[in-house]
C-alpha cells in the first residue's frame, strides 16, 4: 500500500469508530433551567426595574407624549 492509501484507509476507520460512539458518550442532566439562576434573577431585575421605571416617568410627565 501506499502512504496515501494506507493513510486514508486510516481516516475512514476512525470515521467509522467516532460514528459507532456518536451519542453515547453524553448523559443527560436533570429539567434544570438553560440559563443560571443569577442571570435568570438579572433579567428579572432588568425587565420589572424597567416596566417600573416607565410607570413613573408617566406618572410624572403629567399626561404630555
Do not use: D, E
Amino acid at each position: 500500500m501506499t502512504t496515501s492509501k494506507r493513510l486514508s484507509g486510516m481516516k475512514v476507520a476512525r470515521f467509522q469508530r467516532n460514528i459507532t460512539k456518536r451519542g453515547s458518550g453524553s448523559t443527560k442532566k436533570g429539567n434544570g433551567y438553560p440559563v443560571g439562576p443569577i442571570l435568570l434573577g438579572f433579567f428579572v431585575f432588568v425587565v420589572v426595574g424597567s416596566s417600573i421605571f416607565q410607570m413613573i416617568r408617566m406618572a410624572t410627565s403629567k399626561g404630555t407624549a
